[in-house]
């Protein structure tokens, strides 16, 4: 092999060693699985029980089935689409179940997508909080409201960030 390519090949084959960061992150979500059902089996085992439960511990509890849910859903965004965009392709056009999203995924389009469902997971957060008000200082409140805020700030920052270097990349690309 060419000497001066040695190098460059090795570094492209660098990308692999991520790999096992992504099945990783499967097994991690294999115990987001086991989470949910152990939350949904106290909420059945609540309402068959007879035991007084309450609409608010009822909610708690779906909220957090959808909190997990969500959690759930980035992991396999950022395992299926990081694999897809940083180590390699999975060749999966022909696969009925191919995410739509997945055609066109890039960094960029990685990053608004996590910084979206960090929002969402955010919000799940709060909405939870708030529901709880009662069980919680001030002081918790107003931190989780602040830090919802920043992930808001952020993710709209990214969009922005992503907007001008899209625009940018189609402007370099109308020159030549």
Known sequence: MNPNKLLPTFLFASRWLQAPLYLGLVIAQAFF???FMIELTHLVHSFFSGSPITEADVMLIVLGLIDIVMIANLLI??????YETFVSRLHLDEHPDQPEWLNHVNAGVLKIKLSTAIIGI???????SFI?????PEHTLLWQVVIHLVFIISALAMAWVDKIM???LILQHNNH
């Open 132 to 136: 709880n008000a009662g069980n919680l």
């Open 166 to 168: 899209t625009q940018t």
């Open 77 to 82: 965004m950022v395992i299926v689409g990081g």
């Open 122 to 128: 955010s919000s799940i957060h709060l909405l939870k």
């Open 33 to 35: 699985v086991w989470m």
